[in-house]
């Protein structure tokens, strides 16, 4: 009988819900062997933030998920010898590892062991100009020599190490999100780190554990084409892992959500490229013959991933500063209210061709054509006559006070625009350009370090 | 000759988005293995950047996934600069999976009853 590694996967994203690890760890609870609660908190531009917010008070910059997260699902872990890995590092996992230290200290575990993963910060052995010669898609950075971050995907490997050096926590800054599972995977099964096919699975595994619900009926269901129940108690995604590789996919249960062969499909290919070729630090997946088969209710075996070696260059992001987006709305309703907000949408255009030239403005109608954009209409041709319109104006500039004016004039269109313009909104938001760089390895130094506890 | 009927892809797949900078990604996903074929031969890359095309698309590659009874297509340039630079509300393009499933094919007509809005259990795909 073969050793099963189980991974639950407490959240998807920096904003996802703060108790949906709590079933997933009184699922772990009741088995046995080896079990890890990993958390992926941690989007490229949450990490930009955390930048800013480090430079600001150095004791800061990690995830705001830790303190929405850990405080109630580190008691109940630590107490079920479930091991937590998480992303909430940011751009200071040492300060990360601090807290969950404390936290966990609070929660009554004064001695265990937390690890923090650092390394991945590239701002200090980089300089602009080196990241610049290493873009990878683009010129981003060729002009632009304000870096606000620079960080590397880091692999498993490291998460692996803590695991062995006997880490109950381990926090880290940025790595890919599918190492997150692949690490402990490592660790409990002793793979190592040119077992190709093994790594492949594991990833697999990771990948479709890393968005959270998104595997389990979250960001799925379409009512009356493909209906979830419970989607307000999410049961998060559980994989249980053998030695060999083979994978099953699952949930908690007495949850809501559905794991079947269409949720694990799209998870499948969320964010793949080309299905033969997805690059992570530790191996280069292949899902092309991969097949899903059923296992029981709400459990889906995964088979067929295969992998290749790992690739030379490590992928960076790199953020820049790159001004301010301004977006303003206002509504018109009732009879005659497109030609009315075409009024508006006009006025604001032309009064802001005299004032700042250089600002391009984008106007959205907000329920006729706004997501989808050009692409539903252009110009709102064709369209019939809509309840209601809210027209959303948006600009984006370097110059502050340039964007600043695009809001006023959409603000005075209440004394001066077409009638019954109502619930004008304003907001201006720092935008950070984002660009991605190849790093070669030997320049990135994973480092291992354990929190000192006072005892 | 088979009689055909037309219907938007919404009634024989889904589809999920995902983006990487100005690059997007859509599954899309047969809801019963027997639409696989009618997908393949009439969603082409090309018909796909046709529909596309108020976005100039650079690239438009599609994968295909046999196996999964799904095909990937990666579109290029078409989120308008990406999350981090569009000016639009969406610029992870997360809606656009359903933009993709407003696509009409031409479906056999004896095929209609497998259509997900067809049968009492729904979207429910049959185990294989």
């Known amino acids: ?455 | 000759m088979r009689q055909k009927v037309e219907v938007p892809l919404h009634r024989l797949a889904h589809a999920r988005s995902g983006d990487k900078g100005n690059r997007l990604n859509i599954a899309l996903i047969c809801y019963d293995p027997a639409f696989y074929d009618t997908i393949s031969e009439q969603v082409s890359a090309e018909r796909v950047a046709a529909h596309f095309a108020a976005r100039q698309p650079g690239d438009v590659v599609r994968y295909e996934l046999p196996k999964l009874f799904a095909f990937n297509y990666v579109l290029d340039r078409v989120l308008e600069g990406g999350v981090n630079a569009s000016l639009g509300l969406d610029g992870h393009g997360k809606s656009l999976s359903f933009f993709l499933l407003m696509l009409k094919v031409e479906l056999d007509a004896a095929l209609l009853g497998r259509c997900a809005d067809q049968r009492p259990q729904g979207g429910t795909r049959d185990p294989y």
């Open chain 1, 1 to 455: 009988m073969q050793q099963l590694v189980r991974i639950g996967c407490g959240a998807g994203f920096a904003g996802d819900r703060a108790d949906a690890a709590l079933p997933v760890i009184a699922e772990l609870a009741r088995h046995g062997g080896a079990r890890f609660l990993i958390f992926e908190t941690l989007a490229e531009r949450t990490l930009a933030l955390c930048q800013l917010e480090r430079r600001r008070d150095a004791a800061r910059g990690f995830s705001p998920a830790l303190e929405r997260m850990l405080p109630q699902a580190l008691g109940p872990s630590l107490a079920n010898g479930i091991r937590i890995v998480g992303n909430f590092g940011g751009a200071n996992p040492r300060a990360a590892g601090a807290r969950v230290s404390a936290l966990a200290r609070a929660a009554g575990f004064p001695s265990i062991r937390v690890a923090v993963i650092e390394g991945d910060d590239l701002t200090g052995s980089f300089s602009a100009e080196e990241l610049a010669a290493r873009e990878a898609d683009g010129a981003l950075l060729a002009d632009r020599p304000r870096v606000v971050a620079a960080n590397v995907y880091l692999g498993a490997l490291p998460i692996a190490q803590a695991l062995d050096q006997g880490a109950d926590v381990v926090v880290t800054g940025r790595v890919a999100d599918p190492s997150l599972a692949l690490g402990p995977l490592m660790h409990a099964h002793g793979w190592d780190w040119t077992d190709w096919g093994r790594l492949a699975a594991g990833t697999l595994a990771g990948h479709l554990l890393e968005c959270g619900a998104q595997m389990t009926g979250g960001y799925f269901a379409d009512p009356g084409w493909k209906d979830v129940p419970g989607l307000g108690e999410l049961g998060y995604p559980i994989a249980e892992v053998a030695a060999s590789g083979e994978l099953i996919v699952t949930k908690p249960a007495h949850c809501g959500g559905v794991v079947d062969a269409r949720t694990v499909s799209e998870q499948i290919l969320y964010e793949i490229h080309d299905p033969s070729a997805y690059l992570t630090p530790d191996v280069v997946l292949d899902i092309t013959d991969v097949e899903l088969a059923p296992d029981g209710p709400d459990r889906v075996r995964v088979l067929g991933g295969r992998g290749k070696p790992r690739p030379d260059k490590l992928k960076a992001t790199v953020f820049v500063e790159s001004g301010v987006l301004g977006e303003a709305e206002i509504s018109y309703a009732g009879p005659n209210a497109l030609p009315r907000a075409r009024l508006a949408a006009d006025t604001v255009k032309a009064r802001l061709a005299r004032r700042a030239p250089e600002l391009a403005i984008r106007v959205d109608a907000i329920g006729l054509a706004s997501v989808f954009g050009n692409l539903a209409t252009s110009n709102w041709g064709g369209i019939d006559t809509p309840p209601e319109v809210r027209l959303r104006f948006a600009a984006q500039h370097a110059r502050r006070e340039l964007v600043e004016l695009l809001l006023d004039e959409v603000e005075a269109l209440y004394c001066a625009g077409p009638a019954g313009g109502a619930g004008v909104r304003r907001y201006l938001t720092p935008r950070l350009a984002s660009a991605s760089c190849l790093i070669e390895r030997e320049r990135v130094m994973p480092k291992i370090t354990f929190v000192e506890t006072s005892t």
